[in-house]
């Protein structure tokens, strides 16, 4: 299996934020931007995996600056690590307020794990990851870092149940 460059799967995603998004004060609900989060992350995943892939895992979501009525979300999504069946994707989200003659600001960032499945619904083997910058090698560690980090927990967590 070939491996592939971040930037072969890597998203943009904008959306415009509705009054159905929101709360009556005019703040769209976080669980709306988790989802647009989640369906970004899922594109990078099954681009990176050409295959159905389940959302395994969601660390360190951020909230970090609100989003209102009005506003445009980005949400950009890049693999940052690859295991022998998962993926760990990083969603980062800017707010606009187009009225504004303003830059965007991050709003939420997150790190979703994805396990691509196979026609069965079992998880399979996703090509590997082929680094090419020092930004790109940088996340890849910290990713793999996770990865052992929930791996042993993983592992405790059986343990302790037997």
Do not use: W
């Not at 989060?37 to 360190?60: G, K, L």
């Amino acid at each position: 299996m070939a491996s592939k460059k971040v930037s072969h799967s890597q998203v943009v995603m904008s959306s415009l934020m509705l009054p159905q998004h929101a709360n009556t004060s005019g703040n769209v609900h976080g669980g709306e931007i988790m989802k647009l989060m989640d369906s970004a992350a899922a594109v990078v995943a099954r681009r990176h995996a050409r295959s159905n892939v389940v959302t395994a895992r969601v660390d360190e979501l951020r909230f970090l600056h609100p989003c209102h009525i009005g506003d445009v979300v980005t949400c950009y999504g890049k693999l940052t690590f690859v295991g022998r069946t998962s993926m760990e994707v990083l969603v980062t989200v800017t707010v606009e307020d187009v009225k504004k003659d303003e830059p965007a600001k991050i709003a939420l960032t997150a790190y979703f794990t994805f396990v691509a499945l196979d026609e069965q619904g079992k998880p399979q083997a996703v090509p590997s990851l082929d680094i090419e910058t020092e930004e790109e090698l940088r996340l890849f560690k910290e990713g793999e870092r996770r990865y052992l980090a929930h791996k042993k927990q993983r592992q405790n967590t059986c343990n302790n149940n037997d």
